[in-house]
């Protein structure tokens, strides 16, 4: 299966990615490489095998629960790029209409 | 006088700093003045924080004048790769999106280092979010290599590796996610470790890959590696993925260097076509000098390692596609309004910054992720990488039924020049074929110098590998050949590097240290 501009296209639109005409046509190219190569994985002999997610066995953690410091308001908001009455102040979320 | 000091091991330096010999503003001072000397052409630092470190020296020589119990390592001053959050000092992981940045907090690790008393002495350079084999997707321009300034010092710690080759700092913080530690030592005749996935906090390490990524040293000698290891691992109750076991006993197995009776798996599937002729040979060469000093040598079969570079391809960047989201222009770093848009949405504005504060290379690895990740495709791509991932860690174990340890060469090949891959992502990522096994299993993994290549006068680098929680093996085995390569070499590899104070201190690229 070989990936499309359309398709590029709309997967930097779901990563939040405005990418530029030029930058569409040579991540076409690259992408269609890697993708080639990464799909050896597809003749591996897999089946019957469990999927592996994480390098260790994990359990689950806990601790106590009791509260301990975190950030001041004012930390969080060091590296803020807009900030107002001790808020993110960010873009407009909804359309106008 | 000062100059020399730089040319100590750090273990040298905490036994003068210890014998009241030398201070650590002295010892401090000396590494600065070096940065000073070569960095204009290495370009190993983003950041150097002069005032920042010579403080901690001071405090650390008051205390020790006033006889308090100090930390062995206390005054040994060390680099930390700007991937690490590092309250009051800029961290950009060599990324646009995050210039200026300045984390509100320490990550564990370097709160470790402060509280051993070890001076900071800046922050190293690396492939934007950790993501490349040269430093040449460093937002800020990369890293040259000491032995040869035309040629990559290895990534993502780049920056970590030519700090420790030229000089400039005795140890240097690593993380490695598919070779990022022990690639970068390959190149420039360092040390590195990359140990078991779990012994080292991760908490305030900017993650890329969070099932893959782990810190670990950087230094010259296998001894001073070990030092750092033991500084920097131990359980965290902030990283509850981290081991709650005591860290292995590195250094005492470094100083043994016991290997009669260990049974050295070579592995088949690393090291034969692809691999440079003056690779092969040092590394055939290093497997011998381990046998004369007692060990056994078997070959074991991986056959499963064949797919590993394709599944990591696939792991990667599904995680850091998800990682990576996080940057989203709201709470901190970078934001862009886009051009000829009145009033953006949130949405819009997303989009607009995470174009300009992204380079290439991650733009690529994030859209690869979300395509692996997407519905319809992920059972045929990431799906199919997580089996890959344990047919590879079934290999390890098996393995390690036959071998204490297993070996290869790190790299296939000496450092290339800065330019050579760079527009042939899948060369690039052929860099990291050796090392990447490890992080799939999460197996710790060492690389040392085994020589210099015959055909180029470059460094080689020769990998071993041990079972998880095992990171002594790693170096009982690294500091026993490192005894024998260097009674072979007469003295250091490193004292076989160009003089870099020689060369003009003209810098090539866009530098945007601060201090």
Not at chain 1, 79 to 97: K, M, N, S, T, Y
Not at chain 2, 52 to 74: I, P, Q, Y
Not at chain 2, 259 to 271: A, F, N, Y
Not at chain 2, 398 to 426: H, N, Q, W, Y
């Given at each position: ?40 994985v ?7 095998v469990?999927p592996m997610s994480h390098p ?42 | ?210 099932s ?92 499963n390692?064949?797919y590993a570079?394709?599944a990591y391809?696939l792991i ?69 990488a997580q089996k890959v991932r344990r047919l590879i860690a ?43 096994p490890?992080?799939l299993a ?74």
């Open positions: 299966m070989s990936l499309t501009r359309d398709d590029v296209a709309h997967l930097a639109s779901l990563a939040r990615i405005d990418l530029s005409e030029a930058e569409l046509d040579r991540m076409l190219g690259e992408l269609t490489v890697i993708l080639d190569a990464v799909a050896l597809q003749q591996a002999p897999t089946d019957g469990e260790l066995p994990l359990t689950n953690v806990t601790r106590p629960d009791v509260p301990r410091p975190g950030l001041t308001a004012e930390e969080a908001l060091s590296g803020a790029p807009e900030q107002e009455q001790q808020r993110f102040l960010v873009p407009r979320i909804l359309a106008e209409d | 006088m000062t100059s020399d000091l730089t040319r100590l091991t750090a273990s040298e330096m905490s036994d003068l700093l210890s014998r009241k010999e030398i201070s650590s503003v002295e010892l401090t001072q000396a590494h600065l003045d070096r940065t000073a000397a070569v960095d204009g052409t290495v370009h190993s630092y983003l950041h150097v924080d002069t005032a920042g470190a010579l403080a901690a020296a001071k405090a650390v020589d008051e205390k020790r004048a006033a006889g308090a119990d100090l930390h062995l390592m206390a005054g040994v001053p060390i680099a930390v790769k700007d991937v690490m959050a590092t309250k009051g000092l800029p961290t950009t992981c060599g990324s646009k999106m995050l210039e200026g940045w300045i984390p509100p907090y320490d990550a564990t690790l370097v709160t470790k280092l402060r509280a051993a008393g070890m001076p900071i002495l800046g922050k190293t350079n690396m492939d934007e979010f950790a993501m490349g084999s040269s430093t040449e997707h460093s937002a800020w321009g990369p890293s040259h290599n000491p032995w040869d300034l035309t040629r990559i010092p290895g990534g993502s710690g780049g920056g970590s590796s030519s700090v420790v080759a030229s000089f400039q700092a005795p140890l240097a913080i690593g993380t490695d996610t598919g070779g990022s530690i022990r690639q970068p030592a390959a190149v420039t005749g360092t040390v590195g470790t990359k140990p078991t996935y779990g012994g080292v906090s991760r908490y305030g390490l900017v993650a890329l890959a969070s893959l990524d782990q810190a670990g040293p950087c230094a010259r000698t296998v001894l001073d590696t070990a030092l750092l290891h033991a500084v920097m691992g131990g359980h965290d109750p902030r990283d509850s993925t981290s081991i709650d076991a005591p860290v292995p006993p590195v250094v005492e197995a470094a100083r043994t260097a016991d290997v009669s009776g260990l049974t050295i798996g070579v592995v088949k599937q690393l090291g034969g076509a692809g691999y440079q002729a003056g690779v092969r040979a040092r590394f055939d060469e290093s497997v011998q000098l381990l046998v004369d000093r007692g060990a056994k040598v078997v070959e074991v079969d991986c056959p390692f064949d570079l394709a391809y990667l960047p599904s995680e850091a596609s998800s990682n990576l989201a996080k940057f989203d222009a709201m709470r901190y770093g970078l934001r862009v309004r886009p051009e000829g848009v009145d009033d953006p949405s949130a949405e819009q504005v997303m989009a607009a910054s995470r174009d300009a504060g992204f380079g290439d290379e991650v733009k690529r690895r994030i859209i690869l992720g979300t395509y692996a990740l997407s519905s319809g495709y992920y059972d045929a791509y990431y799906g199919q079934d290999d390890f174990s098996r393995a390690f039924e036959v071998a204490d340890v297993l070996v290869s060469p790190t790299a296939p090949t000496t450092a290339f020049p800065i330019g050579e891959k760079l527009d042939e992502p899948m060369a690039m990522y052929l860099n990291d074929v050796a090392t990447i490890a992080n999460g197996v710790p993994g060492m690389s040392l110098p085994s020589g210099l290549a015959d055909e180029d006068g470059l460094p080689t680098g020769i990998q071993i590998l041990a079972p998880a929680t095992m990171d002594e093996r790693l170096y009982a085995v690294g500091s026993a050949l490192e005894r024998a390569l260097v009674e072979q070499w007469g003295g250091p590899l490193l004292d076989r590097a160009p003089d870099l104070t020689a060369h003009p201190s003209a810098h090539p690229t866009a530098d945007p240290k601060e201090a």
